[in-house]
């Protein structure tokens, strides 16, 4: 089965505070992905890769950024957490471009 | 743009038969996903749908119609672990995955 972890299941930070989130998968996909959600909206892709070193902005890469310098891990990096992103976010992987999406437990992210 | 419709919210007895609707607009089409999620937990994959027809899997069976940008999942023989949010997704022309906001089941006894 494939397994993509996620580091927290419920963070809370401070506003202006440096925010890592991390994700681990372990079926050598190549390809990685950051969401978020939020009620009443579908998923919002933030930040994908499709090898590792490479990365490219979703739609909605505002106040974010990612880091994968090894093929299992892709790290959400938020460099000064604001009240609005506060969310759910979820990590997910697939081996191919066509094929589904796997997804982490993900990370209730909150922002005071 | 690109968009997704799905019903907020759905409400069926257990035992029973329901079909959840989604319709979608946009550019390009590379294949259709629905997805399960439970509260509080992640997305898992049900079907994928890329020609027109019907694909079966057990109880869970995902209908596609491209000309019409029409897609159903049909639940029979509804159990209590249902209750979940139901999720469509499209792979546009560029190969993203383009989400409706899912539709949330509620199973009665």
């Known amino acids: 089965d494939v397994k993509v972890t996620q580091s927290s299941r419920y963070l809370v930070k401070r506003t202006g505070e440096k925010v890592f989130l991390e994700c681990v998968q372990d079926?050598?996909?190549?390809?990685m992905f950051w969401y978020r959600q939020d009620p009443g909206l579908g998923l919002r892709l933030i930040y994908f890769?499709?090898?590792?070193?490479?990365?490219e902005k979703g739609d909605i890469p505002e106040g974010y950024s990612v880091s994968r310098e090894k093929k299992e891990r892709f790290s959400l990096i938020l460099e000064s957490a604001s009240t609005n992103q506060t969310s759910m976010y979820l990590c997910a992987s697939s081996p191919d471009r066509v094929l589904e999406q796997y997804f982490g437990p993900g990370t209730r992210l909150t922002v005071t | 743009g690109q968009n997704i419709d799905q019903p907020t919210e759905m409400t069926a007895t257990e035992g029973a038969i329901v079909q959840i609707n989604c319709t979608y607009q946009?550019?390009?089409?590379?294949?259709l996903f629905w997805y399960q999620q439970h509260a509080g937990e992640a997305p898992t994959f049900l079907s994928y749908?890329?020609l027109d027809g019907l694909e079966e899997k057990g109880r869970f069976s995902s209908f596609l119609s491209r000309s019409k940008g029409y897609s159903y999942l049909l639940l029979k023989e509804l159990q209590m672990k249902d209750s979940a949010s139901y999720l469509c997704?499209?792979?546009?022309?560029?190969?993203?995955?383009?989400w409706g906001a899912g539709t949330k089941l509620i199973i009665k006894p």
């Open positions: 997704a499209v792979r546009d022309s560029n190969y993203q995955l383009i």
């Open positions: 946009t550019s390009g089409f590379n294949g």
């Open positions: 749908n890329v």
């Open positions: 890769s499709y090898d590792v070193k490479m990365k």
């Open positions: 079926m050598d996909h190549e390809n």
